[in-house]
């Protein structure tokens, strides 16, 4: 069996993070899928999805690190293409990547204790992002 749905968001973009775990974990379950895998993408060049343990600290350790990887200021050569100054946007989604894959079992998602699912917007600007689960099983 192979059920896709989406889940839309608004974002503000500048490295916000929204969990998304509650929502594909209804979506799991709502599948009626006990044992197989969600795949979950977003399409976009300036968001992507992770894992991590979703508190302010963890949050704002990952958005500080990406930052000292591809800081926000730097001239991209985005910017002188497209004049949008937000290449490192893009660079930042790259690293992270645009989808996860979550193994089912027993008709639940197998996150750790403090693990949640989240879309990262890097954009420089809010915008509206869907995200494109997969659910495929028995």
Request: proline residues 5%; glycine residues 12%; negative net charge.
């Amino acid at each position: 069996m192979v059920v896709t749905h989406k889940i839309s968001l608004k974002t503000q973009g500048n490295g916000e993070m929204q969990d998304i775990t509650p929502q594909v974990g209804r979506l799991v379950a709502e599948s009626g899928v006990r044992a197989g895998i969600a795949t979950l993408f977003v399409p976009g060049s300036t968001a992507g999805l992770t894992t991590i343990e979703f508190e302010p600290g963890a949050a704002a350790d990952f958005a500080e690190a990406l930052n000292r990887i591809a800081p926000p200021g730097l001239d991209y050569h985005h910017h002188q293409r497209w004049g949008d100054y937000n290449g490192h946007s893009h660079v930042q989604a790259a690293l992270l990547g645009p989808s996860l894959t979550v193994p089912l079992v027993n008709g639940q998602l197998t996150l750790g204790q403090w693990q949640q699912i989240v879309l990262v917007d890097f954009d420089t600007r809010g915008r509206s992002r869907d995200v494109v689960v997969q659910i495929m099983g028995e």
